[in-house]
């Protein structure tokens, strides 16, 4: 019999899948602090994990008896991967269950920035009437930049194309030829930067990744530009976005993700002309039921049948 840890209230959905496979044991649980997680996890084959629980290395290396790490989501900056690689574990993700709902947040936060909805929610509760000064920008005819074609880029270029806009996309692994079959035209970083009037990421955080967007960039982009970020807080260098702002080369900002979370008194919210949420991009029911079914799916062939799917490793044997 294998043993299933569910952490961070998984949707319960996830019960469902492995109440179809009689071998597996499966047990939910909350986010457990790291003293805990550690005493638990050598009883365990698997381990499926949201966004709160961070499987360090100290903590990969607690769960001996662990052969696979389940991601209810796309990201996995909260696994130590090279540990887990290291000790032999497959560590797989649910790469497409919060697409959908990413994508429809990116383009509210974009209607909202362009719009100044936030600003003007805020002036009429406090019994302001400052119609003049909440003036926005029309979507149609602007261009877009969309940074990263992947899942999520391709379905925030499909909604934004809707709204009449030239959508510009750059994606180093994505063939030209399928950025045109999306309704976008390819383009390189430069060119993006410099004929864009919204820009918005959607790639992994990574190495290759951290601080794409800084100074040099900022500085190639056109006066007024606007930056959306629902990707992952890093890719953009927060300080020199806020010299930007600061400057007016950057006109507003809407992001859902920090450097740090939470970020606590941050500098970009005094500004204006900017929106933010609490990384609510992937916040659905629906996405949260998705990507805990597909993980744990996942996790149930693994274990039952030795079948990988979405793996984001190749372990050491």
């Known amino acids: 019999m294998s043993k299933v ?12 899948v492995f109440s179809q496979h ?10 457990l602090d790291p003293t805990e997680l550690a005493g638990v996890l ?33 990201g996995v900056d909260n696994i130590d991967i090279e540990a887990a690689t290291a000790r032999g574990i497959t560590v797989m993700n649910a790469p497409s269950g919060n697409t959908v709902s990413t994508a429809e947040h990116t383009v509210a936060m974009l209607m909202a920035l362009a719009r100044r909805i936030a600003q003007a929610d805020r002036s009429l509760r406090e019994k302001r009437w400052d119609r003049s000064a909440l003036k926005g920008v029309e979507l149609s005819g602007k261009t877009v930049g969309v940074v990263g074609a992947g899942r999520v880029g391709r379905e ?10 030239r959508v510009l996309a750059f994606d180093p692994y994505i063939p030209a ?27 992994p955080l990574g190495a290759e ?26 890719i953009i260098d927060e300080a020199a ?25 941050h500098t970009f919210f005094s500004h204006e002309r900017s929106v933010f949420t609490p990384h609510l991009g992937a916040a659905t029911k629906d996405a949260q039921i998705r990507v805990a079914v597909d993980a ?14 979405d793996a984001v490793n190749a372990p050491k044997s």
């Open 22 to 31: 009689p071998d597996i044991e499966a047990v939910v649980v909350g986010t």
């Open 156 to 165: 925030v270029a499909r909604r934004l194309l809707a709204f009449d806009m």
């Open 209 to 234: 990744t951290r601080s794409i967007i800084g100074t040099d960039e900022i500085a190639k982009m056109k006066d007024g530009v606007f930056l959306i970020n629902c990707a992952r807080g890093g």
């Open 42 to 74: 050598p009883e365990y084959d698997a381990v499926i994990i949201r966004s709160p629980t961070k499987l360090t290395k100290e903590l990969i290396d607690a769960g001996t008896n662990l052969k696979f790490i389940g991601r209810a989501g796309v």
């Open 241 to 265: 976005v806020q010299d930007a702002l600061e400057s007016g080369k950057v006109a507003g900002v809407a992001f859902d993700v920090f450097e740090n979370e939470p970020p606590g008194e």
């Open 5 to 16: 840890l569910l952490t961070d209230n998984i949707a319960k959905e996830a019960l469902d």
């Open 296 to 309: 744990a799916h996942n996790v149930a062939n693994a274990l039952s049948k030795g079948e990988i799917q």
């Open 177 to 203: 030829d399928a950025i045109k079959d999306m309704g976008a035209e390819p383009a390189d970083m430069e060119t993006l930067f410099a004929e864009s009037d919204f820009i918005t990421i959607h790639v």
